[in-house]
């Protein structure tokens, strides 16, 4: 059974402060690997995903990737109340049939 | 990105009916994807709609509860079929296209069964 798990939280850290949010998956195979935020009552929205070893930055994000470790995180510089939402992380499977495989979320409140 | 719609955005329906819920997408996309989402949950896969073939259905999830068409690259339809009140529940449809294959969510389709 191929997982991905994350702490379900809630994780809360002060307004300005880094956010980091943190992601293991058991398939070694795995070759892609995506962030996602959710508002309550909205849909999944993609925003950051990362394909090789080390950081990716991208604005106030940064994505790292640990393939021998089996372990993403996602950092969140200078967090903002606006910030605060779940933080789905998703895996892509190309061991058997191909598929997203998502953790349980984990939720953010950003205190100000 | 693709920018991807669903329709209805919600629906109440009674107990044994049937709603089919439909997903365009603005560009061709490789794969869609279709998942059920309890509220404070994570997301469920039902299934991969395949193009021009049978859906690929996950565990728990059949294709006589569950038809899915795919007729090409940009539309897919999920029936939920002769529903029950354990049907209530939001359900997303996606796509994974684009330069690097990411995938994208439809805004969901909120249901009720009464």
């Known amino acids: 059974q191929k997982e991905v798990e994350q702490n379900s939280g809630p994780l809360s850290v002060p307004e300005g402060a880094i956010a980091s949010l943190n992601c293991t998956y058991s398939?070694?195979?795995?070759?892609?690997f995506f962030w996602y935020r959710q508002y309550s009552g909205k849909s999944p929205e993609l925003i950051m995903f990362?394909?090789?070893?080390g950081d990716k930055e991208d604005g106030r994000f940064t994505a790292q990737l640990n393939k021998a470790s089996q372990y993403v995180s996602l950092l969140i510089r200078d967090s903002q109340p606006s910030d605060s939402a779940t933080y789905l992380c998703?895996?892509?499977?190309?061991?058997?049939?191909?598929?997203?495989?998502f953790g349980t979320g984990t939720r953010l409140k950003v205190l100000a | 990105s693709a920018v991807i719609s669903q329709k209805p955005s919600r629906d109440i329906c009674q107990r044994g009916t049937s709603l089919t819920i439909q997903c365009q997408v603005d560009?061709?996309?490789?794969?869609m994807f279709w998942y059920r989402q309890q509220p404070g949950q994570s997301l469920t896969l039902i299934a991969t709609?395949?193009?021009?073939?049978?859906?690929?259905?996950e565990s728990g999830f059949v294709i006589d509860k569950f038809p899915i068409s795919r007729p090409n690259l940009t539309f897919s339809t999920l029936t939920v079929s002769n529903m029950s009140p354990e049907d209530s529940s939001i359900y997303l449809c996606?796509?994974?296209?684009?330069?690097?294959?990411?995938?994208?969510f439809g805004p969901g389709t909120r249901l009720t069964v009464t």
């Open positions: 990362i394909y090789s070893n």
């Open positions: 560009s061709q996309v490789t794969m």
């Open positions: 996606s796509g994974r296209g684009g330069q690097n294959y990411e995938q994208y």
């Open positions: 998703a895996v892509f499977t190309t061991s058997g049939t191909y598929k997203y495989i």
């Open positions: 709609a395949n193009q021009g073939s049978e859906a690929t259905y």
């Open positions: 398939d070694r195979g795995s070759q892609s």
